[in-house]
């Protein structure tokens, strides 16, 4: 008798080592074919765990009754990737146009754009509460990382920017926005000159806050890099650079009007150069070249019948008109040289990324830039980088793995491992392949909220 009992101990105590609890999740997302956008490698029949915005398991697909969920998304073998990141993005227009840009931000998630970088306007106290709204799962809306207003001259070309005068103005500039906990500072060179510019550069290395924007045409590239510039936005500040001439064309105080000359003395063995110097720094370039083709293109194209156009609200659209009567006024001359310049800037985009510069993704869109519509212009800028000789995986990596990593976020984004936050798009199509796949969105994603192709339709075109 006692022998038996022993036994029957055995058996019970086999079968309750061997089972294993079931784990719940708040959602579950099966029959996944992960894309590794670092290297480029699927990982198929996969299940996914999320809880409290954040991914809790990665398994296969075989364990999967040990998991339960308050929802399951059956991928159905489709492609899982993290959400995109559009690292140029304006909330402008001032008060009038306040509830208009707030409109926009499902636009952004309906294409599977889940985070975005704000490059400064003029209704920061509205950013400010739609990027606390959204973390918190309040709006929807991608995750806003802003730089509040930006840093200008005594004449800024934007309204809300923050004048910079002398030296006197830096210190209690910067501390005004570090009491808003921006997340970098952004120049702008509408009136700044060079020496508030370095000084502005030199000050934000000091604090250990990224600073990247525009840069006075008289400065110096490689003298900011060193003072700790981390990066520029659009391409027209490198030609100074990869210019025999630009020293001393810089000198000239002329501002925009050296780009002709110094565009057609272009010396590729100096841009290289550059570029290798840049990279070393761990420097980032925002390309813009999707907006570029957009705006060159205006006195030619009609924008009137544009699927997205409704959804933009009537104050936007008016703020368009400013961008399209500088485009009918250009002559024939200026609009050579636009095509000249924009080509040059999509030729400058390999031989940075080959050289290590790190390049980002950006749209550049909002008011004022006429037709460059939140999430699609996104999608137009990868395009386009692969048009420039990137590859799809190249290109998605200026979304998803440079974009965190400009701001050291890369522990929390950047790819689906655990831990990472649980901002996804599921593709039924692979866009390391075919970059136009991007479009091919079957759910969205975002703050524990899911969203499927037809909710994210309904999204775009709901009209304003």
């Given at each position: 008798m006692?022998?038996?009992?022993?036994?029957?101990?055995?058996?019970i105590l086999?079968?309750?080592c061997t089972?294993?609890?079931t784990?719940?999740f708040?959602?579950?997302?099966t029959?996944?074919?992960?894309l590794?956008?670092?290297?480029?490698?699927?990982s198929?029949h996969?299940?996914?765990?999320i809880?409290?915005?954040?991914?809790r398991l990665?398994?296969?697909v075989?364990s999967?009754?040990r998991y339960?969920?308050?929802?399951?998304?059956?991928?159905k073998?489709?492609?899982?990737?993290?959400?995109?990141?559009?690292m140029?993005?304006?909330?402008?227009?001032?008060d009038?146009?306040?509830?208009?840009?707030?409109?926009?931000?499902?636009?952004y998630?309906?294409?599977?754009?889940?985070?975005?970088?704000?490059?400064g306007?003029?209704?920061?106290p509205?950013v400010l509460?739609w990027?606390?709204?959204i973390r918190?799962g309040?709006?929807?809306g991608p995750d806003?990382?802003t730089?509040g207003?930006?840093?200008?001259?005594v004449?800024?070309a934007?309204?809300?920017s923050i004048r910079?005068e002398?030296?006197?103005?830096?210190?209690?500039?910067?501390?005004?926005?570090m009491?808003?906990e921006v997340d970098?500072f952004?120049?702008?060179?509408g009136?700044?000159?060079?020496e508030?510019?370095?000084?502005?550069?030199k000050?934000?290395?000091s604090?250990?806050?990224?600073?990247?924007?525009h840069?006075?045409?008289?400065?110096?590239l490689?003298?900011?890099?060193n003072l700790?510039?981390?990066?520029i936005e659009?391409?027209?500040?490198a030609?100074?650079?990869?210019s025999?001439?630009?020293d001393?064309?810089?000198?000239l105080?002329r501002?925009?009007g050296?780009?002709?000359e110094?565009?057609e003395?272009?010396?590729?063995?100096?841009?290289?150069?550059?570029?290798?110097?840049l990279?070393?720094?761990?420097?980032?370039?925002?390309?813009t070249?999707?907006?570029?083709?957009i705006?060159n293109?205006?006195?030619?194209?009609d924008?009137?019948?544009d699927s997205?156009?409704?959804?933009?609200?009537k104050?936007?659209?008016e703020?368009?008109s400013?961008?399209i009567k500088?485009?009918?006024?250009?002559s024939?001359s200026?609009?050579?040289?636009?095509?000249s310049?924009?080509?040059?800037?999509?030729?400058?985009?390999?031989?940075?990324h080959?050289?290590?510069i790190?390049?980002?993704?950006?749209?550049d869109?909002?008011?004022?830039n006429?037709?460059?519509?939140p999430?699609?212009?996104?999608?137009?800028?990868?395009f386009?980088?692969v048009?420039?000789?990137?590859?799809?995986?190249?290109?998605?990596?200026?979304?998803?793995?440079n974009?965190?990593?400009?701001?050291?976020?890369d522990?929390?984004f950047?790819?689906?491992?655990?831990?990472?936050?649980?901002?996804l798009?599921?593709?039924?199509?692979?866009?390391?392949?075919n970059?136009?796949?991007?479009?091919?969105?079957?759910?969205?994603v975002?703050n524990?909220?899911?969203?499927?192709?037809?909710?994210l339709?309904l999204m775009i075109?709901l009209?304003?």
């Amino acid at each position: 008798m006692p022998y038996k009992i022993t036994l029957l101990s055995l058996i019970i105590l086999f079968f309750s080592c061997t089972s294993t609890e079931t784990e719940s999740f708040d959602l579950l997302i099966t029959n996944a074919s992960i894309l590794d956008i670092s290297e480029g490698s699927i990982s198929k029949h996969k299940v996914i765990g999320i809880s409290n915005d954040t991914i809790r398991l990665v398994a296969s697909v075989e364990s999967v009754n040990r998991y339960t969920a308050d929802q399951i998304i059956d991928a159905k073998n489709n492609f899982v990737m993290p959400g995109l990141w559009d690292m140029h993005v304006h909330f402008r227009g001032g008060d009038s146009l306040i509830a208009e840009n707030k409109d926009l931000l499902p636009l952004y998630i309906a294409h599977g754009v889940t985070t975005v970088r704000d490059a400064g306007g003029d209704i920061t106290p509205s950013v400010l509460e739609w990027r606390s709204e959204i973390r918190d799962g309040k709006l929807l809306g991608p995750d806003i990382f802003t730089s509040g207003p930006k840093f200008d001259g005594v004449n800024p070309a934007w309204d809300g920017s923050i004048r910079i005068e002398n030296t006197n103005d830096i210190d209690p500039a910067m501390d005004s926005l570090m009491q808003l906990e921006v997340d970098y500072f952004k120049t702008y060179d509408g009136s700044l000159s060079n020496e508030m510019y370095y000084a502005l550069i030199k000050e934000a290395e000091s604090r250990n806050v990224n600073i990247t924007g525009h840069m006075p045409m008289n400065a110096s590239l490689m003298k900011a890099v060193n003072l700790g510039l981390d990066g520029i936005e659009h391409l027209y500040y490198a030609l100074n650079a990869t210019s025999p001439m630009g020293d001393s064309l810089t000198q000239l105080n002329r501002g925009y009007g050296i780009l002709p000359e110094l565009l057609e003395s272009y010396d590729y063995t100096l841009a290289n150069e550059v570029f290798i110097k840049l990279a070393s720094k761990n420097f980032y370039a925002t390309p813009t070249l999707y907006i570029g083709k957009i705006l060159n293109q205006l006195p030619f194209d009609d924008h009137s019948e544009d699927s997205l156009l409704t959804s933009m609200g009537k104050g936007i659209q008016e703020t368009y008109s400013r961008r399209i009567k500088s485009a009918m006024s250009r002559s024939a001359s200026a609009q050579e040289f636009n095509t000249s310049m924009r080509e040059k800037f999509v030729e400058m985009v390999k031989p940075m990324h080959e050289a290590g510069i790190n390049l980002l993704a950006g749209s550049d869109c909002g008011a004022y830039n006429s037709y460059v519509y939140p999430g699609a212009s996104l999608h137009g800028e990868l395009f386009m980088l692969v048009e420039a000789g990137l590859t799809p995986l190249q290109a998605l990596q200026t979304s998803i793995i440079n974009g965190p990593q400009f701001f050291e976020l890369d522990n929390y984004f950047g790819s689906l491992d655990v831990g990472k936050v649980a901002n996804l798009i599921i593709l039924s199509e692979n866009p390391t392949q075919n970059i136009q796949s991007i479009k091919k969105i079957e759910w969205v994603v975002k703050n524990q909220n899911t969203f499927n192709a037809d909710q994210l339709k309904l999204m775009i075109t709901l009209k304003k």
